[in-house]
């Protein structure tokens, strides 16, 4: 099972991005996803996830200006990033989880590689 990020890159701020996280091994279409992130000398911090429901949860931090979305049929995560800032610049993983539910606590068991992010001021 593996899950490969990527759409990262250098953008201005204000600017946009959409990161995709694609699924290969096996179907996470019933599972819970998410992405998290991690900026140089703190520790990964929970972004977005999406529960097989449907249902969405956002950090504080990016709730308005980040979207979360999955396509099943290409067994792919997306994170859609508008109005970017310089704090959001970080290493974004996308992680599954054996369950249904993701949030900002659920257990995930399936974790990208990662994609840099970094923005401009």
């Known amino acids: 099972v593996q899950l490969q990020a990527c759409g990262g890159g250098l953008v201005q701020a204000g600017g946009s991005l959409r990161l995709s996280c694609a699924a290969s091994g096996r179907s996470f279409s019933r599972n819970g996803m998410g992405w998290f992130r991690q900026a140089p000398g703190k520790e990964r911090e929970f972004v977005a996830a999406?529960?097989?429901?449907?249902?969405?949860y956002y950090s504080d931090s990016v709730g308005g200006r980040f979207t979360i979305s999955r396509d099943n049929a290409k067994n792919t995560l997306y994170l859609h990033m508008n109005s970017l800032k310089p704090e959001d610049a970080a290493v974004y993983y996308c992680?599954?989880?054996?369950?249904?539910?993701?949030?900002?606590?659920?257990?995930?068991?399936?974790w990208g590689q990662g994609t840099q992010v970094t923005v401009s001021s």
């Open positions: 999406r529960s097989w429901s449907g249902a969405t």
């Open positions: 992680a599954a989880s054996l369950g249904v539910v993701a949030g900002r606590r659920t257990r995930y068991t399936y």
